[in-house]
């Protein structure tokens, strides 16, 4: 009996002194890491600033864990300078051998290190990796396929968009967002129209998320084949609905009779969207359609036609309160009281500042 506990004391003991072993060796390995970076930082940040303006003929060497540091150095300095830049820190990496350390790097069984080296090699414009990097594209991890689709424009954006066109309508692990963001790196006309192409060949359950982000690349060249593709075809409640709500970011007249068309559609949510855009674009003679509104059996759809008649243009207090005296059913005071005071909210808001700007002296040189 003692000899167990002699030996479960030992093991205990020989566990510890392995735990307190490996904690020290990976507080050295990091001191370590932190180390080489401050080293690398120190000496080459200096010299990405310099080769901006003139080419440095001799560069320091790198080990290779130096020059993995100086990979994430150099792509966040690429990241934070203009285009007009690149052609000089691009040179500098080729000369320091930075795109054969990515190309091997590429190949690495850690994944933040195959990130590195594709973001490395989009930055470098190198066409030797095309199909490496094509086929990374369907990987299935999210940020690795990304990354390879932004290294793909990078280097050939006309090439890549049709690569990239059915991915983006299929990939439920790419952010909209973040595809809006990686595609207006080819121009925002281009960006808008690819988008909505994307949308209309992709998945049902992406299409929408992608148009709703439509309005961000600032174009409204897609609006045109989006369009077309709702007058052709008959498109699910969603898409209608992201299509209202990219008309109405737009503001473009030319959709009001379809925006108008489906204050009136079977889905309540597509009233919704409805009733937003119209209040951002409708005209005088919309008054009564979003006054119409106001008997919905969905409570959104009432609130949303509230609040767009509050938006229009041609909306005055006095015609707020003639209405509110007017019509006297439950679901229209519902609306038009908190209307009626966010109204006079606002327009007593935009008084004062037009006081105040009135009132403030102008500065003066002195």
């Not at 930075?98 to 190949?107: E, G, P, R, T």
């Not at 990219?246 to 503001?251: K, T």
Request: glycine share 4%; with cysteine.
């Amino acid at each position: 009996m003692l000899g167990f506990w002699y030996v479960s004391a030992l093991s205990i003991g020989c566990m510890i002194f392995l735990l307190v072993a490996c904690i020290l060796l990976f507080r050295m390995n990091r001191s370590i890491k932190d180390q080489r970076q401050r080293q690398v930082t120190a000496q080459w940040l200096p010299l990405l600033e310099h080769c901006l303006s003139s080419p440095i003929e001799v560069l320091p060497r790198l080990t290779r864990p130096e020059h993995t540091v100086f990979l994430h150095l150099w792509n966040d300095f690429c990241a934070s300078k203009s285009d007009s830049m690149a052609p000089h820190l691009i040179h500098m990496a080729r000369q320091a051998g930075s795109d054969h350390v990515a190309k091997d790097l590429l190949h690495s069984r850690f994944l933040r290190r195959r990130i590195l080296a594709v973001a490395t090699l989009g930055r470098l414009r190198d066409r030797s990796v095309w199909d490496e990097i094509s086929a990374l594209m369907t990987h299935s991890n999210s940020f690795l396929a990304f990354q390879a689709a932004q290294t793909l424009l990078l280097i050939d954006a006309d090439a890549a968009l049709p690569l990239l066109i059915p991915l983006i309508g299929r990939r439920t692990d790419w952010s909209p967002l973040k595809v809006a963001s990686m595609l207006s790196t080819v121009g925002h006309d281009l960006a808008s129209a690819t988008m909505v192409q994307a949308a209309i060949q992709g998945d049902p359950l992406v299409s929408p998320r992608l148009i709703r982000h439509l309005p961000i690349t600032q174009s409204p060249h897609g609006l045109s084949r989006l369009r077309q593709f709702l007058h052709d075809q008959s498109s699910s409640g969603d898409m209608l609905a992201a299509s209202l709500f990219a008309f109405g970011e737009f503001r473009d007249s030319t959709d009001l009779p379809v925006i108008r068309q489906h204050l009136s559609n079977p889905a309540w949510y597509v009233r919704v969207q409805a009733a937003t855009a119209l209040g951002k674009m409708g005209t005088h003679d919309d008054e009564a359609r979003l006054i119409a509104l106001f008997s919905d059996e969905q409570w959104w759809v009432r609130y949303r036609a509230g609040e767009a008649l509050g938006s229009l243009k041609s909306m005055t207090e006095e015609k707020l309160e003639l209405l509110q005296e007017t019509l006297s059913t439950p679901e229209a005071q519902e609306i038009l009281a908190p209307v009626l005071a966010k109204f006079r909210a606002r327009h007593a808001r935009q008084a004062i500042q037009s006081t105040a700007s009135r009132v403030l002296p102008t500065p003066t040189g002195g």
